[in-house]
């Protein structure tokens, strides 16, 4: 069986998610500030032994966002031989890491070399897979808005570390965003507008202190209160930041500054007695990636 291509899925933090009012198609608008870091799946991609694409991810049963994608690019023409995918899982299932998105957005990231696909092509399918999966089809820094598809790419921000804490549970995205609801916690359509201006005005160096918020974290909170228990680990261990990651329940610390990697390794070397899985890690050389969105 012959190899054809290897590509790094790259999960997602979120290092701000403001939440705004319920638009007609049920999502919800967001301001949010995106960054990938070094934990990553790894795509295995060989031509597959029988007529039709295949993809495998030991412990991920049901569907698979890399399936719609080779389906998506299937549509559009895209004609390699039938393929075999199989996706070597790293970044935490249902963590709030965006790791499906992540794979779904490496697939497409190295389509165009192994069979011709128009970029303009690419870039629509990853919107219609997911909000989260524009902005990881050249995973660096970008701003979110919309539904957080709307992609505004950056210039890499200032160095820091990442104290990645897995729980051993899952979150339903949906279902924190209900919560959020039922708690009241979207922001009028004016207070984002002015949280977009700050945060805008702040980058790229990175956002400042009062704007590093994740708005579902109360939700997160709601559903699951033991996340608290890796937030107040977070502090302990020396973070300059934790909040819950995206919609939970994994829980990040930051770590500022130019040793910020350093410290995130020590802290999680500290923390792993008390949190399986918990690591140190750092965000990714984007200039790496070619711009496909």
């Not at 050249?138 to 957080?148: F, M, N, V």
Request: glycine share 10%; hydrophobic share 45%.
């Amino acid at each position: 069986m012959t190899v054809l291509e290897r590509e790094r899925a790259y999960a997602k933090i979120n290092l701000c998610l403001f939440l705004g009012p319920t638009r007609r198609d049920r999502r919800h608008e967001l301001v949010t500030l995106y960054d990938s870091v070094m934990l990553c799946d790894e795509l295995v991609v060989s031509e597959a032994e029988a007529g039709a694409d295949r993809v495998l991810c030991d412990g991920v049963p049901g569907p698979n966002l890399v399936a719609d994608a080779l389906a998506a690019l299937r549509g559009a023409g895209w004609a390699p031989p039938p393929l075999k995918v199989t996706i070597d899982k790293r970044i935490p299932v249902a963590a709030g890491m965006g790791g499906g998105s992540a794979d779904a957005a490496a697939m497409l990231r190295c389509a165009p070399r192994l069979a011709p696909v128009s970029l303009p092509a690419v870039a629509e399918i990853a919107a219609a897979l997911g909000a989260d999966v524009p902005g990881q089809l050249r995973p660096g820094p970008s701003l979110g808005t919309g539904a957080g598809e709307l992609i505004e790419r950056l210039p890499p921000l200032t160095r820091y570390g990442v104290l990645v804490i897995p729980r051993p549970f899952a979150l339903s995205t949906p279902d924190v965003y209900r919560e959020a609801d039922r708690l009241g916690l979207p922001r009028s359509p004016e207070a984002l507008a002015v949280l977009h201006g700050s945060l805008a005005a702040a980058l790229p160096a990175g956002p400042p202190p009062e704007l590093l918020v994740n708005d579902l974290q109360p939700a997160a909170l709601s559903l699951a209160p033991q996340i608290g228990d890796a937030l107040d680990a977070a502090h302990r261990a020396g973070a300059d930041h934790a909040l819950v990651c995206g919609s939970g329940p994994t829980v990040i610390g930051i770590f500022d500054g130019a040793d910020g990697e350093r410290r995130a390794a020590a802290a999680a070397t500290a923390l792993s007695d008390l949190f399986e899985g918990v690591l140190g890690t750092g965000p990714v050389d984007s200039s790496q990636f070619v711009a496909l969105a």
